[in-house]
């Protein structure tokens, strides 16, 4: 059984950083891509960016890109999501993703974490 | 703003059939058959529903159907259930090798 297991929520105050993360389990971690998906409160779903474990290739959607890094490491099957300056902005409820067939679909979602950015 | 173009709202009577549309380009839904639907109920992750444009996972209920024409995606519902109240979501592959997703439309079951 596929598995996406993410870490707790997270409180922290603007300009700190935070990285959050999702064990996986059930599947071969290196031969799907990976990713993470977010929702604001009261809104939709964003697509954020993904990583292939086995090579660490990296895509980012025009609209994350520079304001976050998403990582994994294959040795743990492990999925990362790291901000280097928390904004208020970020404030979310965050899924780790698995997708299938490349990049085609997501066909497995975690629990979620919820971030709160707050003075 | 979304990618993609989705119904705010939409609502039917049990038993009835709605549609939702999904509306995007010919870089995203209308270049490829790559098109997938998500079911999220408040507080819970949200769950594929469709796949490729009209591909059921297994366990989903046959009542889900979809199909595309052109840049347009459509989920149908049919015999609805108070259960199928939720948030749905469309996402389609694109061409920058990426995906993105609909702004979500929320069905109320009257």
């Known amino acids: 059984e596929v598995q996406l297991v993410q870490s707790g929520a997270e409180v922290r105050k603007p300009g700190e950083s935070l990285k959050i993360s999702c064990r996986t389990s059930?599947?071969?971690?290196?031969?799907?891509?990976i990713g993470w998906v977010r929702q604001m409160p009261g809104k939709g779903l964003e697509w954020m960016g993904i990583?292939?474990?086995?090579?660490?290739?990296?895509r980012y959607s025009p609209s994350f890109q520079g304001q976050v890094t998403i990582s994994a490491d294959k040795s743990i099957n492990i999925a990362y999501l790291q901000w280097g300056s928390l904004k208020a902005s970020d404030s979310a409820m965050y899924y780790c993703?698995?997708?299938?067939?490349?990049?085609?679909?997501?066909?497995?979602w975690g629990q979620g974490t919820l971030v709160t950015v707050s003075s | 703003q979304s990618a993609l173009t989705q119904p705010a709202s939409v609502s039917g009577f049990p038993g009835q059939s709605i549609t939702i549309s999904c509306t995007g380009t010919?870089?995203?839904?209308?270049?490829?058959?790559?098109v997938s639907w998500y079911q999220q109920h408040p507080g819970k992750a949200p769950k594929l529903m469709i796949y490729?444009?009209?591909d059921r996972p297994s366990g989903v209920s046959p009542r889900f159907s979809a199909s595309k024409s052109g840049n347009t995606a459509s989920l149908t519902i049919s015999g609805l259930q108070a259960e199928d109240e939720a948030d749905y979501y469309c996402?389609?592959?694109?061409?920058?090798?990426?995906?993105?997703f609909g702004g979500g439309t929320k069905l109320t079951v009257l």
């Open positions: 993703v698995r997708h299938r067939s490349g990049l085609r679909l997501i066909d497995y």
């Open positions: 059930g599947y071969t971690f290196s031969n799907h891509w």
């Open positions: 990583v292939y474990p086995d090579d660490s290739d990296t």
């Open positions: 010919s870089s995203d839904v209308g270049g490829y058959d790559y």
């Open positions: 490729d444009v009209s």
């Open positions: 996402s389609s592959y694109t061409s920058s090798t990426t995906l993105t």
